[in-house]
């Protein structure tokens, strides 16, 4: 089985990249966002680690998307103590049946339609880097989501943040950003299922959707 974090490692690239842009302010948010979509869909149509099958990437006519709402980007959020009530340390289940091993990071916490929301934010222990001696390092953390959209408009196992810490310590949560996990291309992928305790119960407008005619996938 193919491994969905691998995967992450594009989209951490050009996320990175993406806030560093918007840190500076060079050009527009919305513009940055859309580049950034259309460089990931030159990627899925030619990158040698593209998740499409290969029979379906010289067809391929790009990911659809939610409109970029600026509204949904919430910044300067702190990685605070998680808040739930499930042990830190879990085995995720992915999509192929597996295990795999990952820790609660933290909770992020924001408002959203006038409601106080947060969402635990994950570490995969495979893919936890090993810090200085005598440093704190501050983690990048992997949150899947479920919001009232999965299993219509988006996929029903969930979409996945991946966020970098930024330089002053915080976290900035962007569902513009919101992708889907390589399995709904190719099942050859191991993915991670979004645990229940990551369920939005609004509808987040924003980030990866499924094609017409895919609702329910």
Do not use: W
Request: hydrophobic share 30%; charged share 30%.
């Amino acid at each position: 089985m193919a491994h969905e974090h691998a995967d992450h490692d594009h989209d951490h690239h050009h996320e990175h990249e993406h806030e560093h842009e918007h840190e500076h302010e060079p050009i527009d948010y919305v513009d940055a966002v859309e580049a950034f979509r259309r460089d990931k869909d030159h990627y899925f149509r030619h990158g040698e680690g593209s998740p499409l099958p290969e029979a379906e990437r010289e067809g391929f006519e790009g990911l659809p998307y939610f409109a970029v709402d600026p509204d949904l980007r919430f910044e300067g959020l702190e990685l605070a103590p998680y808040a739930g009530s499930e042990p830190q340390r879990f085995q995720i289940p992915t999509s192929d049946g597996q295990l795999r091993p990952a820790h609660r990071a933290g909770s992020l916490h924001f408002e959203l339609g006038g409601e106080p929301r947060s969402l635990a934010a994950y570490v995969m222990d495979a893919h936890t880097a090993p810090g200085h001696e005598g440093h704190e390092i501050l983690p990048s953390v992997f949150v899947p989501f479920l919001d009232a959209t999965s299993g219509g408009e988006t996929y029903g196992a969930g979409r996945y943040l991946d966020i970098e810490p930024e330089e002053d310590g915080t976290y900035s949560l962007d569902f513009n950003l919101a992708y889907h996990p390589s399995c709904v291309y190719d099942i050859r992928f191991s993915c991670p299922l979004t645990p229940a305790e990551n369920r939005l119960p609004v509808r987040i407008e924003a980030g990866e959707r499924l094609a017409e005619g895919d609702e329910g996938h």
